[in-house]
Antibody, heavy 117, light 110 residues
């Protein structure tokens, strides 16, 4: 039973870099895509991007210029960096495992990241 | 950015059957499978239906999914108070080369 646990800084100032890490427990790290998804307060879900165990990544075009997703197979972890954040990046950020048929299961517990100006 | 269109709200009384629609286009629902997620207040979304019609283990058969052309639907029968939640559809989009989510539907059990 795969479980995801995520952590990272919850309060940032505008122009700083958001940094989150997600650890994968209890399952195979290969054979899946590892994803990040965010949800602004009171709003819907937005896919940020994904990476596989070999480091092949894919990003949402709307965020591509500011996003980097990395994988550390030695620790079964993957991470998200979002540069030059603004108040519009305030959201709950989730990590999730994405199957080859593109469904997300399971999800991490979520991290609220607040960007102050 | 959402191009998967869901009604913002839906409601029903206990025991009723409700359906939530998800409308897309040829680059997403029309050519890829649809997945549904349920999000209880203050919690992470959870997979409810995958590959249009499949239920993960532990999901009651009161929940069912269907897809036709560029639209999909989630049906909940025997509505229960604990079904109050936000429901999201999602599908891979070939133009985006990524996953698109619907805007979400807030289900209220009256």
């Amino acid at each position: 039973q795969v479980q995801l646990q995520q952590w990272g800084a919850g309060l940032l100032k505008a122009s700083e870099t958001l940094s989150l890490t997600c650890a994968v427990y209890g399952g195979s790290f290969s054979g899946y895509y590892w994803s990040w998804i965010r949800q602004p307060p009171g709003k819907g879900l937005e896919w940020i991007g994904e990476i596989n165990h070999s480091g092949s990544s894919n990003y949402n075009p709307s965020l591509k210029s500011r996003v980097t997703i990395l994988v550390d197979t030695s620790k079964n972890q993957f991470s998200l960096k979002l540069r030059s954040v603004t108040a519009a990046d305030t959201a709950v950020y989730y990590c999730a495992s994405m199957s080859l048929d593109n469904w997300f299961d399971p999800w991490g517990q979520g991290t609220l990241v607040t960007v102050s100006s | 950015q959402s191009v998967l269109t869901q009604p913002p709200s839906a409601s029903g009384t206990p025991g009723q059957r409700v359906t939530i629609s998800c409308s897309g286009g040829s680059s997403n629902i029309g050519s890829n499978t649809v997945n549904w997620y349920r999000q209880l207040p203050g919690t992470a979304p959870k997979l409810l239906i995958y590959s249009n019609t499949q239920r993960p283990s532990g999901v009651p058969d009161r929940f069912s999914g269907s897809k036709s052309g560029t639209s999909a639907s989630l049906a909940i029968s025997g509505l229960q108070s604990e079904d109050e939640a936000d429901y999201y559809c999602a599908a891979w989009d070939d133009s985006l080369n990524g996953v698109l989510f619907g805007g979400g539907t807030k289900l209220t059990v009256l």
